[in-house]
Structure formats: structure tokens, C-alpha cells
């Protein structure tokens, strides 16, 4: 057995925290139904991406109303117990103090993502805005239907504006797990949006032996799918890629009223945000997408994208190209990342 059924929701974050976890559960039981073993949401689904917020910034000056965006973005994010340095193990493993009279670190996001997980037997990943101490980090969450959470990925190199409101991640984190569904061996990764653009990045997911590589994304780019296939080709893996995709009218309320409300209002049917995502085989060929201006809005089964894909195609494409191991020409160049083995991990 080496074929497994993979998913992305091309979906769009609601007003609040609490409405985006019951959209997200709604799509899970939907593709669980439709016998789905892998699922990835978009970047940032969990607390939203505020497309067209400036947060009252220009150079040398921030205004009043963008401390307040601030402030309703921060209060949306989820808390999922882990330490602004990243606790890393210690987090995943539940090792960390908890708080007097509660029983799990956090707000409930995570224990609520487990449940989820285990109740439809779906491998979840998505995209979380993370709150720890007082910064914001855009991260993907890895959540195993039997054993919950196994690893946390945060953004390492937040593009454009988002790094005035996104801290940048810890490099360890890029760190791939293992796990094992339906008897298929999987390790997987995720670089998330732009980070897809950084050569070496992907190197060090390649070197670990990926046959996983999940990017969420908010890209909406007709420039997106070729990198995805490059992506795939190079790293002979199955590529998934859930985006974003939402019209202005569906962006969160306290965008909608702030200064940028005048371009909203004037065409609110309009996409901010067109989609795109796709799922790409181990040889770089399409196997689903690039959807286009669709959304989980009214049918969470309009935005979700199933093949079935055979794992072993992975290795049959490592009949010619390498990268964790002889193309790479380790004897000729070296790369290193600080606090990371880039070792395969093992299965």
C-alpha cells in the first residue's frame, strides 16, 4: 500500500478565531467523507492575512487606528502555549509548565485542531497566526490524527509588510517529521509563501529526505505554479499547495472600517485574493489547479482539490536526482543550518 488520498481547501479566514476553527472543521468532516488522508489549509487561515491593512505606518511615523488594527489582529491570533524562542520538543511533547488550574498551555486551539484530527483520521496542516509573549508569528502546524501535534513550523522570513507585524521564526524549525499513515511512510515539511523563493531553504527541506513538501500560501500569482512544479521536480516529492482566497467583502471586519475602507466598499465583490492552489506530482506534473476565485464560503466541497497519489512515484524519481543524497554532491557543497540537522529524520 503506497497511495494515499491528498487535499487542499482553497479557504478563506472568517471574522474571528472561533468561526475559521468551525470552518475548518466543517471542511475536515467534508473531505474525511470523501475518504481523504491529508489535508492542507492556506497561510495564516488561523488569524487571518489583513490584505490591504497598512497599520497606520509610514516611515518615521505610526498612526493611532493602526495600534488599534494591531491590537484587533494580536487579540485574533491563536495561542497555542509554546515560548516566543520556540520550545521546540518540549512544546510538542507537552513538557512545558502549565498554569495553575488549567489543564493545557494556550488558548484551546491546539487541543481543538487534535480533536478535529482525530475524529475525521485526516492529517491536518495549517496555516496559524500565532501570538507568543508580544509578537505575532505566521507558523503551520502539523497535527497526526493518532498522535496530535508532531512539529510547528515558523516563518523564518516574513515578506514586504508583514515583517512590521510578523517576528521572524527560528530557523530549527524547519526541522521535517515523520509519520506513518494508512502504512505509507511519510516526512514532511512545509515552506510557507515566499519562503518557496529562497534556494537554500528548499535545500534543507530536500536534504531531509521530504516526500511531503506542503506550501501554504497567500500568493495569488500566475508565477506561483511554475515554482510549485519546480519545487516538485526538484525535491521528487508531492507537492500541496492550499492559497487564500477571498473577495474584499470577506475580509475581517476591523480592515473593512479602517482607512482602506473607501477602496473596499467601491468594488466589495471584487477578489483581493484569487486562489491558485494546486497539487503537483513527484515529476512536476499537475495533478489538480490552479483553482481560481473560489472559496469555502457557501460549500466547503467547492474549494477542496482530492488525488489520489502513490508515495512510491517519489522514489522512482530518485532514480535520476537526488537531493538528499548522491546529486547533491555533499563531498562538493555543504550547507548548514543553525540548530538543524539535516539529517533524513529517522522513520
Known amino acids: 500500500m503506497s497511495k494515499l488520498k491528498v487535499a487542499v481547501s482553497q479557504s478563506h ?78 512544546w510538542v511533547q507537552k513538557k512545558l509548565p502549565v498554569a495553575q488550574g488549567k489543564t493545557y498551555r494556550g488558548d484551546g486551539t491546539r487541543e481543538r485542531l487534535e480533536k478535529i484530527a482525530n475524529e475525521t483520521s485526516i492529517l491536518i496542516v495549517v496555516g496559524v497566526i500565532e501570538r507568543a509573549g508580544g509578537s505575532l508569528y505566521c507558523s503551520a502546524l502539523y497535527v497526526d490524527p493518532k498522535r496530535g501535534v508532531l512539529g510547528k513550523r515558523r516563518k523564518v522570513m516574513p515578506t514586504g509588510s508583514e515583517r512590521l507585524v510578523w517576528a521572524q521564526g527560528s530557523p530549527s524549525t524547519l526541522k521535517a517529521v515523520t509519520t506513518e499513515i494508512n502504512g505509507v511512510q511519510l516526512t514532511l515539511a512545509a515552506a510557507i509563501c515566499w519562503e518557496n523563493y529562497m534556494p537554500l531553504l528548499r535545500q534543507s527541506l530536500y536534504a531531509q529526505n521530504v516526500n511531503l513538501y506542503l506550501a501554504p500560501t497567500v500568493d495569488c500569482r500566475e508565477t506561483w505554479l511554475p515554482l510549485m512544479r519546480t519545487v516538485a521536480l526538484e525535491g521528487r516529492a508531492v507537492v500541496l499547495s492550499a492559497s487564500q482566497s477571498g473577495r474584499y467583502k470577506e475580509l475581517p471586519e476591523w480592515v473593512t472600517q479602517g482607512p482602506e475602507s473607501e477602496k473596499i466598499e467601491s468594488d466589495p465583490e471584487a477578489w483581493a485574493s484569487g486562489g491558485g492552489s494546486c497539487i503537483i506530482g513527484p515529476l512536476g506534473e499537475v495533478l489538480a489547479g490552479p483553482l481560481w476565485n473560489a472559496n469555502d464560503e457557501s460549500d466547503p466541497d467547492t474549494a477542496l482539490q482530492i488525488v489520489e497519489v502513490d508515495f512510491e512515484d517519489c522514489l522512482r524519481g530518485r532514480l535520476d536526482l537526488d537531493l538528499a543524497g548522491s546529486y547533491s554532491r555533499n563531498d562538493a557543497f555543504s550547507l548548514t543550518v543553525e540548530g538543524l540537522d539535516l539529517n533524513p529524520p529517522p522513520l
Do not use: C
Not at 15 to 34: G, Q
Not at 73 to 80: E, M, P, R, S, T
Open 13 to 90: 479566514s472568517r471574522d474571528n478565531l472561533a468561526e475559521t476553527l468551525d470552518a475548518l472543521e466543517r471542511t475536515a468532516r467534508t473531505a474525511a467523507s470523501r475518504g481523504v488522508n491529508i489535508l492542507l489549509f492556506p497561510e495564516a487561515y488561523l488569524g487571518g492575512y489583513p490584505r490591504t491593512a497598512t497599520f497606520g505606518t509610514r516611515f518615521g511615523f505610526r498612526e493611532a487606528h493602526g495600534r488599534e488594527q494591531f491590537l484587533h489582529y494580536f487579540n485574533g491570533a491563536a495561542d497555542l502555549g509554546d515560548t516566543p524562542a520556540g520550545a521546540g520538543d518540549d
